[in-house]
């Protein structure tokens, strides 16, 4: 069995062929190039394609790989929002996904945003680095006491509740389909919006989520709420939570995810002007972090990632039941 790994960098070949002995059956081939229309022919001659989250799988895209003769997408990466189901399915193309991969990986990244927005250490950093060591502009609130809203109540989610409770916090939740074994307390949104002095976001992007953050749901909010989003950029209003943070509304904003990411992420642009300005107006705000979607980055989640992509490749190739195949 041929797989061609679309976007790849040298960090995904490493975890990947640390496993390689393990299934002498597939051959892999690894590509820098992302999945666009205008690469999808490269994938002639091979059974399965694996992308990531940044990929391009639309319907374009799929119908191509459909000519070249591909039958199976492995997503390396839980979300698969791009993907278009409904081609795939049309196609006979086989989608599957890795649905959990070291939760811990990207709520500790979530709480590290919180921190860094909240006490300005990536501020306090740059002062420092210029001997600079004045506290004006670093001051921040204590978590202890106060109460976080977990907006999604996954692996992730759960993992995030754990890590706001170590800091002494109250825990309120909201899940379309609760945890009851979870012991959270689980309100509305609205009361969650309402209650929370941090709201983390960990919910997948849905045609129901899409823009969940915005004006309505931010004039919803304390003053002074922390927002960390560390899971898809679309679930909030760029220009709506600018506008609140200009208001005032925001106490510190963290970011590992934004609308605009898709076309530079994990690509390094600083030798170039980049198309529209909604990234470099989050960076003018003092109280905002942002990060390049790299909540996942650790070798405890590549490792995840590599043995579930390959046990999913191996699955498909011995006829075994797909566990982890997305279905329309």
């Known amino acids: 069995m041929k797989i061609l790994f679309y976007g790849t960098r040298d960090y995904d070949q490493i975890f990947f062929d640390r496993l390689k002995p393990e299934y002498p059956d597939i051959?892999?081939?690894?590509?820098?190039?992302?999945?666009?229309?205008?690469?999808?022919?490269?994938?002639?001659?091979?059974?399965?394609?694996?992308?990531?989250?940044?990929?391009?799988?639309?319907?374009?895209?799929i119908e191509e790989l459909r000519h070249q003769g591909i039958r199976l997408i492995l997503m390396r990466c839980a979300g698969y929002n791009n993907v278009d189901l409904n081609k795939t399915a049309e196609c006979g193309i086989k989608v599957l996904r890795v649905p959990g991969y070291s939760p811990e990986a990207v709520a500790e990244h979530a709480m590290a945003l919180v921190l860094t927005a909240n006490r300005h250490t990536h501020k306090a950093y740059i002062k420092c680095r210029e001997n600079n060591f004045s506290l004006n502009g670093l001051m921040g609130v204590n978590l202890y006491g106060k109460t976080a809203g977990i907006v999604g109540t996954g692996k992730i989610g759960l993992a995030m509740a754990r890590i706001c409770q170590g800091f002494g916090m109250k825990i309120v939740a909201y899940d379309l389909y609760p945890n009851e074994s979870?012991?959270?307390?689980?309100?509305?949104?609205?009361?969650?919006?309402?209650?929370?002095?941090?709201?983390s976001l960990h919910c997948p992007l849905t045609p129901e989520t899409h823009h969940m953050i915005n004006k309505k749901s931010i004039s919803r909010m304390k003053d002074g709420v922390i927002?960390?989003?560390?899971?898809?950029?679309?679930l909030i209003c760029t220009e709506d939570l600018i506008t609140g943070i200009r208001d005032h509304k925001f106490w510190a904003v963290g970011l590992d995810v934004y609308e605009e990411e898709s076309d530079f992420v994990y690509e390094d642009m600083s030798e170039y002007i980049l198309k529209t300005s909604t990234v470099q107006r989050l960076l003018s705000f003092p109280n905002v972090a942002l990060t390049s979607h790299q909540g996942f980055f650790t070798e405890e989640a590549l490792t995840n990632i590599a043995e579930t992509t390959l046990q999913n490749a191996e699955a498909f190739r011995t006829g075994m039941e797909l566990k982890n195949e997305i279905y329309l």
């Open 182 to 199: 979870s012991g959270l307390e689980y309100v509305s949104l609205d009361r969650l919006l309402a209650i929370s002095d941090l709201i």
């Open 27 to 61: 051959e892999f081939t690894f590509l820098e190039s992302n999945l666009y229309k205008e690469t999808a022919s490269l994938a002639a001659g091979y059974d399965g394609i694996c992308a990531f989250v940044n990929a391009d799988l639309g319907a374009e895209v």
């Open 227 to 234: 927002l960390v989003n560390t899971s898809r950029g679309e």
